[in-house]
């Protein structure tokens, strides 16, 4: 029986005396898979439709042991029927999107998505004649066309955190024939599983809190067989396959997923607590706080409230600069979810012109800590030094 999650993420998608009664599952790095005759080559081409992609494979563009193994265990914490792992968190969202839309569909993105996906879909998919939409969650109702085909976004939202009324979301998507596509790479499936909400597809970007150790590129969309389908064709032939060594670096992590994700659970929601009497802070955005405008919705939905805490300081972009500087645990850079803390002023990751950052909704006094797993006393120790002299809420 494999009733809690931890348990799952173990053993879970990995099969007992596998090849050379290895614990582990190998990492088979073949690009290619030979057959003994042409008779076994007509066999395979005439029964692929219904074989299980563990039983034979032909080309690693189209499947790898490794690979298999991976997505058995990521489709089961998720709830999903069937998982894809894919070259990134982005190959993910642009197969998936790719697949679901055609020209003349419309798409509804809600609230605050990752930059580069807003990208993707206000530029790539409008060169493809696909019409997309950036609404509030709020406003979502409205936005909807008569071809309108999905609604994607993400919870939480990056960088504010905000946590939309996801069941409230689906429901209206059903009403209107639409597929609902959810980023919960921030939520985690040990926080959030959309699917189990009615979602029809959840991406995340295994290179963070999956992978959780800062050291590969993943992604993985999970749904039902009938959903994955054409994505999974629309993989092979565009090419963003996860490599062997990575499919394995995302099972590796996986088996502690749950360990390190309620950590930084209670790391992040102390953390934010601390920043929340800080008289040089001036918003703390996190919903595990009583006063976030969706800490209602996240109590409700959520088993936890996340490991990244976005605050601004008073102080303003230079103070938001010293302190990033004058932090000593944390690492500085772009990415979240590993065993290491990230700290980030993240609109200088944007662009270097303060109008072009602005666009972005992202103030430049704005700093996303990304709570790894270390003793959060020394990372309050360190934040409370790192803000020490800069102006206060009284100054500013």
């Keep these: 029986m494999q009733d809690h999650m931890e348990t799952r993420a173990v053993h879970c998608g990995e099969t007992r005396g596998g090849a050379y009664d290895a614990l582990t599952t190998p990492i088979v790095m073949s690009s290619t898979y030979t057959f003994d005759n042409t008779q ?15 039983e034979r494979y032909e080309y690693g563009r189209y499947g790898n042991p490794t690979q298999t193994a991976a997505e058995r265990k990521l489709a089961t914490l998720d709830g999903g029927e069937q998982a894809l792992l894919f070259a990134s968190g ?5 197969t998936s999107l790719l697949t679901l839309l055609s020209a003349g569909d419309h798409l509804v993105i809600l609230g605050g998505v990752y930059r ?10 409008a060169r493809w004649g696909v019409d997309v939409s950036f609404v509030c969650a709020e406003a979502f109702e409205e936005a909807i066309q008569p071809t309108t ?9 990056n960088p504010t955190l905000r946590v939309p009324n996801v069941e409230k979301i689906i429901a209206s998507a059903k009403r209107h024939a639409m597929a609902t596509v959810v980023d919960a790479t921030f939520a985690t499936p040990v926080n959030l599983r959309p699917l189990e909400l009615g ?66 659970n209670e790391s992040a929601l102390r953390l934010a607590e601390f920043l929340k009497q800080h008289p040089a802070v001036s918003r703390v955005h996190y919903p595990g706080l009583p006063d976030h405008p969706d800490h209602a919705v996240a109590a409700r939905l959520m088993s936890g409230f996340g490991g990244v805490v976005s605050f601004e300081l008073a102080g303003g972009s230079d103070a938001a600069s010293t302190c990033i500087d004058k932090l000593e645990i944390p690492h500085i850079g772009p990415t979240l979810g590993g065993v290491e803390s990230i700290a980030q002023q993240q609109a200088l ?17 704005l700093i996303r800590y990304a709570v790894g797993i270390e003793a959060i006393d020394d990372l309050i120790v360190d934040l409370r030094n790192a803000l020490r002299g800069l102006p206060t809420t009284g100054e500013v």
Excluded: C
């Design 90 to 94: 982005m190959a993910a969202i642009t």
């Design 199 to 264: 979602a029809d597809l959840v991406i995340h970007s295994a290179t963070k809190y999956i992978g959780g150790h800062n050291d590969l590129l993943a992604g993985v969309a999970v749904g039902s067989a009938e959903a994955l389908g054409p994505i999974e064709e629309a993989r092979g032939i565009l090419g963003g396959v996860a490599s062997p060594l990575d499919a394995y670096l995302v099972l590796r992590g996986a088996k502690t997923l749950p360990l390190r994700v309620r950590r930084q």
């Design 40 to 54: 076994a080559i007509r066999e395979f081409v005439e029964h692929k439709a219904e074989r299980s992609p563990a």
């Design 116 to 125: 580069r996906t807003r990208t993707f879909a206000s530029q790539q998919l």
């Design 149 to 157: 085909r999905a609604i994607f976004f993400e919870v939480p939202t």
């Design 349 to 365: 990751f944007i662009s270097r012109d303060p109008a072009k950052r602005a666009e972005y909704g992202i103030p430049d006094a």
